[in-house]
């Protein structure tokens, strides 16, 4: 039975579906002139961000295709290599390949190496087929001593395993050369898909579109995905005038969140270390979530994490330390949306920005103390004062 059509067919419901609700949300009456405006400054941002990235991309494969070529110009040229500068290539290559180079000895002579010492059994093959590469070796003589183990050898004791350098693409950060190869190797993998039907087909579309996805964000697809402890990672800091005791107190009453936060509406205490909260989420839904404190150092650490069963999870540091007179206050949190950094991307396409969330919500809460009064775009500016820490505490 060909499921083809049946198959078109759905994609096109949702693909209708997903651009009615895109019309809806642009075309709002009253908040549609700012979301439109917003995603064309996102747009603007995105395209600086693209130029800049081929631009450094660009630069990065020249260098390497010169770098390349001159390898080769010099593999071709037969001229000897002076002893010194082959003992040192050696001993470059050596530093990759094994976890302890200071307990080998190296000398050449025209093209000729020789090692001597002690290395481990598991590193002693590779070593010396990686040092039989190195340009100007010509021969290379083993008279290293392999031990299976580093018992009883203080040459052979600490150090680090080695397994040489890791491929380009395996490494969690890529290159700008690389990223940008990948970039457009992966866009032209994903539209040959998209044009042609077929499991094979749809299969090579996901493909290019992850790795297109992966080298733009410079990301690990488990992090891009939401897979794993890590997510996204936001850290900011601003300066309060305003003794550290203060902003520290400010932090540990929850209750004051409301009147400064534009998006939590309610922190209730449920014991001296754990917290219940309840948050706005999309399309005028509510979030909530038990948080537990981790870390309480007062007045220089304040740190969380949220407990199972949170819609987000995520965790984070606050550090107050004293500056200029006043207090800089320095937010590290790391969090998981649905979704990964695909999720966060769609977020901040559509107004949802959490790390501009997190610059107004601390703008507020400077204000806040500084002023004693609640911020009028708070999610409650007229909320209950705290029973801990009442406004009339701060100076």
């Not at 002893?83 to 000729?112: C, K």
């Not at 005791?245 to 409301?258: G, N």
């Not at 014991?271 to 038990?290: M, N, Q, Y």
Request: aromatic content about 4%; overall charge positive.
């Amino acid at each position: 039975m060909d499921h083809s059509p049946l198959v078109e067919r759905s994609a096109g419901l949702v693909l209708a579906t997903g651009a009615g609700v895109l019309l809806m949300y642009l075309l709002d009456p009253q908040q549609g002139r700012r979301r439109r405006a917003l995603m064309r400054d996102k747009a603007v941002h995105l395209a600086r961000k693209g130029s800049a990235l081929t631009d450094a991309g660009t630069r990065d494969l020249a260098h390497r295709a010169t770098g390349v070529a001159t390898g080769l110009g010099s593999a071709l040229r037969s001229s000897a290599v002076d002893d010194a500068v082959l003992v040192g290539r050696v001993r470059s290559t050596m530093g990759r390949w094994t976890s302890h180079p200071h307990a080998i000895e190296v000398s050449a002579a025209s093209g000729r190496v020789t090692l001597k010492g002690l290395v481990l059994r598991s590193e002693h093959d590779r070593l010396v087929r990686e040092i039989a590469k190195v340009r100007g070796v010509r021969e290379v003589e083993d008279r290293l001593e392999a031990r299976q183990d580093a018992a009883g050898v203080p040459a052979l004791q600490g150090g680090h395993a080695r397994s040489g350098p890791r491929p380009e693409l395996m490494q969690n950060n890529w290159s700008t050369g690389p990223r940008l190869l990948a970039i457009a190797g992966g866009t032209a993998l994903a539209l040959y898909g998209l044009g042609r039907r077929g499991p094979g087909a749809a299969l090579m579309a996901i493909v290019g579109a992850g790795l297109a996805a992966r080298a733009a964000t410079n990301m690990e697809l488990r992090r891009m995905l939401g897979v794993g402890p890590r997510g996204i990672d936001i850290e900011k800091a601003i300066h309060i005038d305003a003794p550290r005791e203060w902003v520290f107190d400010l932090w540990t009453a929850y209750e004051h969140f409301p009147r400064f936060m534009s998006n939590v509406e309610e922190v209730r205490p449920l014991d001296d270390t754990r917290s219940h909260w309840i948050v706005k989420g999309p399309a005028g839904s509510h979030l909530e979530w038990d948080a537990a404190i981790t870390e309480c150092l007062r007045p220089q650490v304040l740190a969380w994490r949220t407990e199972a069963g949170a819609p987000v999870q995520h965790a984070g540091t606050v550090r107050f330390d004293e500056a200029d007179g006043g207090t800089r206050v320095t937010v590290c949190m790391s969090y998981n949306p649905p979704g990964g950094a695909v999720g966060h991307a769609v977020a901040k396409l559509l107004g949802r920005d959490p790390k501009r969330e997190m610059d107004d919500d601390l703008m507020r809460m400077k204000a806040f103390i500084e002023t004693q009064r609640p911020a009028h775009d708070a999610a409650r500016p007229d909320g209950p004062s705290s029973t801990r820490l009442g406004v009339d505490a701060f100076p």
